[in-house]
């Protein structure tokens, strides 16, 4: 059994979700276009490899949207999901760029605190996360007023409040066009749209992240327990998306409307 008949089951109002879903990308495209002819677009799509930033991206590439994509490549990504980078890269239309940590900082901390050094603590699970995420998101963000990323609500309790359009951030906009999906959905647009996507999907990887932060989940575990399984539940965040305005809930902008 592999993760599309697992998976693949539509919401009643799947068609509604779709159009809304495809209405935002094109109203984001457009209110970000470049500033001027022959500019970078103003908006990018975070992607991960997960199920849903292939759906994103997908649907970037067959609306024919000016949204460029980018990719965090760790350097502890699994072989499975630097092999989908390179399907991806080949395939997709729209520009794909490969972000990767300043290795002087990464040989730095390992030499300090140990190649497992993620389990020690959460503080230096976070720098990790730090030097390997979230200094690469840095470069990768710069110059963008606005980006989109695959977070859905259903995802975790930390994300059950994630809005379409989060203006929480001063410094630019998040758009999150697959809030309201479930993972039936995703998986349903995957099976009619023979999306390409991560094998690990079929290992029971629901989640994918580093290596080292990930394993497999059982029946009936949380969506995200396999990511950092050692932590405590309310600290299983990397920091790319936590609140600019910690402690404040996000901005509900108005979402573009069903038709």
Known sequence: MNAISLNARASADFDAKLAQTSALLQQAASDYAPSQAGAAPRITLACSLGAEDMVLAHLVNTLQLNID???????????????????????????????????????????????????????????????????????????KAAWITGLRREQSGARSEVPQIDTSDATRVKFNPLADWTWGDVWHFIAINHIDYNPLHDQFYPSIGCAPCTRAISLGEDFRAGRWWWEDEAAKECGLHVSANAGQPPVMADPIPHP
């Open 69 to 143: 994509i980018f990719v965090l490549e760790t350097g502890q990504l699994h072989p499975e999901t630097l092999a989908l980078l390179e399907r991806l890269k080949t395939s997709s239309h729209a520009p794909v760029k490969v972000f990767t940590p300043v290795n002087e900082a990464v040989l730095q901390f390992v030499a300090r605190e140990g190649a497992e050094a993620m389990y020690k603590s959460i503080d230096l699970r976070k720098a990790c996360c730090a030097i390997r995420k979230m200094e690469p998101l840095s470069r990768a963000l710069q110059g």
